[in-house]
């Protein structure tokens, strides 16, 4: 998310739907750290369960008219979040249209100035990646104790018959 005054209602709206749904996060321009940013960043995404990214189409220069780009660092960072197969929730203002590349991707769209649709909608989102990592884990867990029987049951056969 860019890091001026413009984002501040939206970056509140990202920071209270996070501590609603008591999630834990980072925001790295306010981390304390040595080493090189990059390096934190890969961490930082390596170890979050899911990312939120904001690729709001933004102005290039405050001087210049007509002039805006995607954030490419955001970019980088969903690229890497990615190929890590972290669930990634979207975020845009409704001003100007997403790059290409990212267009296809389900978008919570929001007005910078009235942020609350934002905040719910995120609710919403965060509320079905943890519904689906839980299922998973179930699932995952449920798998493992299937073998665990099937394997007990399969040495008490062997230990029933003499071979």
Known sequence: MPFSDEFSN???????????????YIIMDKEHF???IIDEIYTKIT??????????????????????????????EVGYARGLGKP????????RETA??????NQIKYDKKNTGDLKETLITRIGNIIEKEIKKSIICFTAEKLKDKL?????????SYEF
């Open 88 to 95: 990634i929730i979207f975020v845009s203002d409704s001003v």
């Open 10 to 24: 939206t970056r509140e709206a990202i920071v209270n739907a996070l501590t609603h749904c008591k999630i834990d």
């Open 47 to 76: 170890n979050a369960h899911f990312i939120i990214a904001d690729i709001s189409i933004v102005a290039t220069d405050m001087f210049i008219k007509d002039k805006y780009h995607l954030n490419s660092n955001v970019c980088y």
């Open 151 to 159: 394997d007990h049951a399969l040495a008490d056969l062997k230990n």
């Open 34 to 36: 040595t080493g090189k």
């Open 100 to 105: 290409f590349d990212l267009a296809g991707y």
